[in-house]
């Protein structure tokens, strides 16, 4: 079974005209672990429809008193609608357990560099508070390359401006606004290969050495095509693809769901946290989670679509084929697989959490 927490929403702050921040607290007062980076998976009931989406938090443990998420309102959005038009401070939240990937590296790097576009500001900023306000890593040398079309609608912008003025040489922060000419901080234009590669080169003097490219761990926070031209420019320019970090928020493409085949089987065994082992069978064509939930049991899952890695598990044994977006991978056991996206390809399929 997946933990679920309630939360109460203690504070909503408005930091755009689309855009709230929602300051919570356990309901229960437990104390609250997470990492600068990760995610809530907020969960609602609208109508009979649970639904589920994950907002990273804007705040950092240890700098900030209390948990927040930052939420921008998608229009027609089920979620963010809610969170940002209606939820008012008092009002009950139900989450489950803070997870996500988009940490810190273990260890320290030469440089850290971030690139963010709209509410991909969230995750970075909590990594921002850890670096510099908590004084991690105080040599280490942070860069904030952020897109957005102008200074109203970017979140946070007094906050970065602030630690602009603060940590002079230590953070920079250049805004990239497509409807602004002339703002402070900023270059005004889109972020394509040509203007990153530029800006590459000015951050690292004019010439990138072998040390630079192994040294620098870059986080990636904004809508998949941004992240994937910088991607690409940054692996033009040999940066180790292990030090390319990336958060995505909405895959650009829909998954195509599989013909269901209800006369073929397969067997699948789960063994949860707490060492409980669980039993049950999928048909052919349907995912090991759809297949879990259409029979009440209740594993882990946040976007059902390949991103938030809230479903990983480790495959113990058998075969399991990952229908992502841009690939289907086939996995076998020792790796880590996303029951949301995940088909079992033998007869039987040993999962761990
Ligand atoms: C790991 C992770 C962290 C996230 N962190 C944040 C965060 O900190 N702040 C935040 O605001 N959101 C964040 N998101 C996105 C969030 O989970 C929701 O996807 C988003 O709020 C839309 O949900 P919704 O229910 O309002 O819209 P839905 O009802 O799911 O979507 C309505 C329509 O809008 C489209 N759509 C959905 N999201 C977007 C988008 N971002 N841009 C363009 N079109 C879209 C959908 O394709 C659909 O057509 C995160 C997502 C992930 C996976
Ligand atoms: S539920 Fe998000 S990756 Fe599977």
Known sequence: MEQ????????????????????????????????????LPVIRLFGEKEVRRAYSCSTCPGVDARPAITVKRIPNGAMSTW????????????????AGQFVLPDKKPRRLLYVAAGSGITPVMSHLKKLLDAGVWPDVPVDLLY????????????????????????FSC???????????HARHGHLNNGAFEKYLLDLFGGKITARDRTGTHVFLCAPTALMRMARMTL????????????????????????????NHNHRI??????????????????TILDGALRQGIELPYTCKSGVCLSCLAR???????????????????????????????????????
């Open 269 to 286: 065994a789960v063994t949860e946290r707490n060492g409980s082992r669980l039993e049950f069978s999928v048909f052919s064509g349907e």
């Open 235 to 262: 692996r033009v320019l040999d940066f180790p693809e292990k030090n390319i970090h990336q958060e995505t928020f909405v895959p650009d493409t829909r998954r195509q769901s599989r013909t269901v085949d209800r």
């Open 147 to 170: 897109a957005n079309r102008d200074s109203a609608g970017t979140i946070f912008k007094p906050e970065i401006d602030r630690r602009i003025e603060r940590f002079p040489g230590r």
């Open 174 to 184: 250049t805004y990239v606004f497509s409807r602004e000419t002339n703002a402070p």
């Open 315 to 353: 495959c113990v044994s058998g075969e399991v084929e990952l229908d992502f977006v841009e690939q289907t991978r086939r996995e076998g056991p020792g790796a880590l697989v996303n029951t949301c996206i995940g088909y079992a390809l033998t007869e039987a399929v040993e999962l761990a959490f």
């Open 83 to 98: 969170l940002v038009q209606q939820a008012q401070p008092g009002d009950r939240l139900l989450a489950g357990a803070p």
């Open 4 to 39: 679920k927490h309630g939360w109460h929403i203690v504070e909503k702050r408005q930091e755009t005209s689309d855009t709230v921040t929602l300051v919570l607290t356990p309901e229960d007062g437990s104390a609250v672990t997470y990492l600068p980076g990760q995610y």
